[in-house]
């Protein structure tokens, strides 16, 4: 063989490939940056929007040709300012506007600038803003998920189970909200900044269960813990923003692990620990450290802290737990909580010890109709010796169920304890 002929072959990753993901990395730093800046010298969230996402579009089609630049940021930046400033040329904005943007980015030669004070305080106005109590809950996640993540309006519609023109109608409808109502584009401080903080982890924190539950799209729970590790890095000192943080990358260290070979869900205790993500787990570790005050968040990533940290479902520490459930039913009374309260004492002091307590939490009628009361009761009857009641309750339970996961999963311990 000649040595030509033993030399390996060399493949050529195309230039287009090569753009397309310097493309990528970069708008998921670069475009919440554009959009926080050009939303605050305009005023105007779409113009900011289309500006920022005009300029991906340019960098797909040019960087294949001219290579990609040093400063991709600084580049998009310039793109994106320029554009605004042609737009607002056309529309006779006043001469202030224009000469505030012409100096909202450097050249492309000059290094992109340092995040510094005005850039943090850009990308935390648009957070709370976009998470204004003054909208719905629903058009808070949309709003967040398609300006400071720069998620397609498609996807964001198939998360919230919507058509795109749909979601394109409710997204206009919240920009307009947020300009009528003149929603300052601003954090708040002291009291106020008190008062809204908690709406803008809820957002956070609802954004990564519509990715964690069985039949969601992991991508929004990477969403969701990106922001929050975003938000934690610009609020530092915040107790519930770190535990929020922390509560979140413990749920996600079990994302790989919560599915056997087949695609069934496992329930924690059959979970392989060894495919946890202990990276995540360390994360989340060295954020609840900085936690310093009790909190609802605190509490519940002390809860999950100790799963995480447990190296068998037999070595959990239950009574911990049940420790944290009794402080959290104090502090957000509500019947999930007050169930969750009977399952962690359960298993703590033994199964009648959470019986008594999941007759008091559906004392309410609170949890009338939530599928997941009998799963709890049929567990607990199950560790009762009761298998027939149980299974029985665990088919009730996967009756009611709206996700086709959690459904097999049910009859699966039905049929276990049925056949046993």
């Given at each position: 063989m000649s040595t030509s002929q033993s030399r390996p072959v060399r493949t050529q990753v195309p230039a287009?490939?090569?753009?397309?993901?310097?493309?990528?990395?970069?708008?998921?730093?670069?475009?919440?940056?554009?959009?926080?800046?050009?939303i605050r010298v305009t005023g105007d969230w779409s113009l900011a929007e289309d500006c920022a996402q005009e300029s991906l579009t340019v960098a797909l089609e040019?960087?294949?040709?001219?290579?990609?630049?040093?400063?991709?940021?600084?580049?998009?930046?310039?793109?994106?300012?320029?554009?605004?400033?042609?737009?607002?040329?056309?529309?006779?904005?006043?001469?202030r506007k224009l000469h505030d943007l012409a100096l909202l980015a450097p050249?492309?030669?000059?290094?992109?600038?340092?995040?510094g004070q005005d850039m943090v305080d850009d990308r935390l106005r648009l957070?709370?803003?976009?998470?204004?109590?003054?909208?719905?809950?629903?058009?808070?996640?949309?709003?967040?998920?398609?300006?400071v993540c720069g998620v397609p309006t498609a996807d964001i519609a198939r998360l919230l189970l919507v058509s795109e023109s749909t979601m394109t109608r409710r997204l206009t409808r919240a920009r307009t909200r947020i300009a009528e109502a003149g929603i300052p584009y601003r954090v708040p401080s002291g009291s106020p900044l008190t008062e809204r903080l908690p709406g803008v982890l809820a957002v956070l924190y609802l954004l990564f269960?519509?990715?964690?539950?069985?039949?969601?799209?992991?991508?929004?729970?990477?969403?969701?813990v990106r922001l929050a590790r975003l938000l934690d890095r610009l609020m530092p000192g915040q107790s519930e923003v770190a535990a929020l943080l922390a509560l979140l990358l413990f749920q996600h260290s079990r994302r790989d692990a919560r599915r056997d070979a087949a695609g069934n869900l496992l329930t924690l205790e059959r979970q392989d620990r060894d495919r946890w993500d202990r990276t995540a787990v360390a994360e989340g570790l060295t954020a609840l450290d900085r936690v310093r005050h009790d909190g609802p968040y605190a509490w519940q990533a002390r809860i999950a802290a100790c799963h995480a940290t447990a190296a068998s479902a037999d070595d959990t520490d239950w009574p911990t737990i049940a420790h944290a459930y009794d402080a959290l039913l104090g502090i957000r009374p509500s019947p999930v909580v007050a169930l969750n309260r009977a399952v962690a004492h359960g298993y703590a002091y033994g199964p009648a010890a959470g019986l008594d307590l999941l007759d008091a939490a559906r004392a309410g009628g609170g949890l009338d109709g939530y599928p997941l009361t009998?799963?709890?009761?049929?567990?607990?009857?199950?560790?009762?010796?009761?298998?027939l009641r149980a299974a029985i309750l665990f088919r009730r339970a996967a009756a009611?169920?709206?996700?086709?996961?959690?459904?097999?999963a049910l009859l699966k311990r039905a049929d276990d304890l049925a056949d046993s």
């Open positions: 287009g490939a090569v753009a397309a993901e310097a493309v990528a990395a970069a708008s998921v730093e670069a475009y919440p940056r554009i959009v926080a800046t050009l040019r960087w294949p040709a001219d290579g990609v630049p040093a400063n991709p940021g600084g580049w998009l930046m310039t793109v994106a300012r320029n554009r605004a400033i042609d737009v607002l040329r056309r529309a006779t904005v006043e001469r050249d492309d030669a000059q290094p992109e600038p340092e995040v957070i709370f803003t976009c998470c204004h109590p003054a909208l719905a809950i629903e058009a808070r996640v949309a709003l967040t998920l398609r300006t269960t519509r990715g964690y539950v069985a039949d969601g799209e992991p991508a929004f729970a990477d969403e969701a009998a799963a709890v009761e049929a567990d607990l009857v199950a560790r009762q010796g009761d298998r009611t169920v709206g996700s086709a996961a959690e459904r097999r």
